[in-house]
């Protein structure tokens, strides 16, 4: 009786199975019979198969939770996706095909596909031999692009050969093998051209790109940046896009917030990523590049700790260009911590929705809405303050700089950006990064205090004060960050 919580076993219940081994057991008996005699077994077998799936399709609408689970949901699922390339499933599809096609000529064409289905079985057996990093994805595929892998077999085992000494491209070729056999003109081109070989082979790079980076940024190009989705340019290693500048490392409580009200006075395209983990960070960047392709962009990255996964670490470092210039915020620890229990408040709700004061009771009104507000950190009680918050979320150049061995960096302590100051720094940054001068007519704008903590103040706002007959809104001016 049919397992059907068995992939295997129900893969060799599907007629291709079933008549391909039917033949393969007439090859080999010494019983005789004849053809007659095959062609009416064969005839049998593909009327009591369907007989059968006639029943089962009758019996799952009387009792639907008798239907099977699919065939992806079985443990031996991969394993039942080689029964596909068993030589007996592949003869049988080629005996399905001429019934199918009998009545046009199907039937003289059946020797020569009977041969040609035991050449591909013999590819296909050598392929799975040779390498072991096939899984279920690799073999769905192959079973999807089964003509377009044997038309190119000749081309595409040069490539696996070329490269078998470098197992990083051997993993994003059979990771992504699907889309390899779709583009395979292309990917060939670039993993057998000079540049692939310098930027990634000679130096076993551990997260070569599938494709050509120069080719991916250039709009007129078929596949380019602009029509691939993030999230498949990560699995792909491909390198973020190249129109950024420059990357910024910096860390909290060192005025990183002003200097990015700064930079955008600057026609500076700069975003904090917040929070996120390496792939996040990855598809943030991406998005934030491919849609801002004709502006001066910058790349950001403030925080470490949320590198959780040493693996999506590496890799997201390895997306940045060496070419690219550094800027490295840095400021005395001591100042940064003092700043941290002085002016750290954190939100416990990101908006409040209920900012209305009664005119009648107000003093009660304000102290409920200021209850909502906490500060992380106090500073009467410096015992509580995490050291791991100094190392992995403020001081975290030290961690980050390994990343960056090659490029040409700019450090900036950050207290020339202090009010009397500012303007000349900018000044500096703009010659050094090409990027907009400060205007001599907005001179007063750097010289005015910034501080994140103007925002966090902004949440307060709009006040309501309600005097029963009428209202007064109480508004802030928002700083542009």
Not at 44 to 55: G, N
Not at 149 to 165: A, T, V
């Amino acid at each position: 009786m049919l397992n059907p919580n068995s992939a295997i076993e129900r893969v060799k219940n599907h007629l291709a199975y079933k008549l391909g081994q039917t033949v393969i057991d007439f090859t080999n008996s010494s019983s005789g019979g004849g053809y007659i005699a095959l062609f009416k077994k064969l005839y049998k077998i593909k009327k009591q198969h369907k007989k059968q799936q006639k029943i089962y399709q009758q019996t799952i609408q009387v009792f639907p939770q008798l239907k099977y689970p699919s065939l992806e949901a079985c443990s031996d699922y991969e394993q039942a996706l080689r029964y596909k390339f068993h030589l007996s499933y592949m003869l049988g599809e080629v005996l399905i095909k001429a019934y199918q096609t009998w009545y046009t000529g199907g039937g003289f064409k059946l020797k020569n596909n009977i041969k040609k289905a035991n050449k591909e079985f013999q590819i296909f057996r050598e392929i799975f031999k040779e390498f072991d990093q096939i899984n279920s994805s690799i073999l769905e595929g192959l079973i999807d692009n089964k003509q377009l892998f044997l038309k190119e077999f000749s081309r595409i085992k040069n490539i696996l050969k070329i490269h078998q000494d470098y197992k990083a491209i051997l993993d994003n070729i059979f990771h992504n093998f699907n889309y390899f056999i779709q583009n395979f003109d292309l990917i060939e081109e670039w993993l057998l051209s000079d540049d692939f070989k310098e930027r990634y082979k000679k130096e076993n790079h551990p997260y070569p790109s599938l494709l050509d980076p120069k080719k991916l940024n250039d709009k007129n190009e078929k596949i380019n940046y602009h029509n691939i989705p993030a999230e498949l340019a990560w699995e792909m290693n491909l390198p973020l896009p190249d129109n950024y500048e420059f990357v910024w490392l910096g860390g909290h409580a060192m005025g990183c917030a002003a200097l990015n009200l700064f930079f955008q006075r600057c026609n500076v395209n700069v975003k904090w990523c917040g929070y996120l983990n390496g792939f996040d960070r990855f598809v943030f960047n991406y998005h934030l590049l491919v849609s801002n392709s004709s502006s001066y962009n910058a790349l950001q990255i403030f925080e470490y700790r949320t590198f959780t996964n040493k693996f999506e670490e590496e890799k997201f470092f390895s997306s940045f260009s060496s070419k690219k210039k550094i800027l490295i915020s840095y400021k005395d620890p001591f100042t940064m911590i003092k700043t941290i229990l002085n002016a750290n408040i954190v939100k416990s709700e990101y908006y409040i929705q209920d900012k209305k004061l009664n005119a009648s009771n107000i003093t009660k009104n304000t102290i409920d809405i200021l209850q909502r507000y906490k500060r992380k950190y106090n500073k009467y009680n410096i015992k509580d303050f995490d050291p791991y918050l100094l190392q992995h979320q403020i001081l975290i150049q030290e961690f980050l700089l390994k990343y960056f061995k090659n490029s040409k960096k700019y450090f900036l302590d950050m207290n020339d950006i202090q009010p009397e100051n500012a303007f000349i720094t900018l000044e500096k940054l703009a010659t050094y990064f090409n990027f907009t001068k400060p205007s001599i007519l907005d001179k007063q704008f750097y010289q005015e205090k910034k501080s994140l903590a103007t925002t966090f103040l902004l949440h307060y706002f709009p006040l309501i004060l309600d005097f029963d007959e009428f209202e007064i809104e109480i508004n802030a001016k928002e700083l542009n960050y």
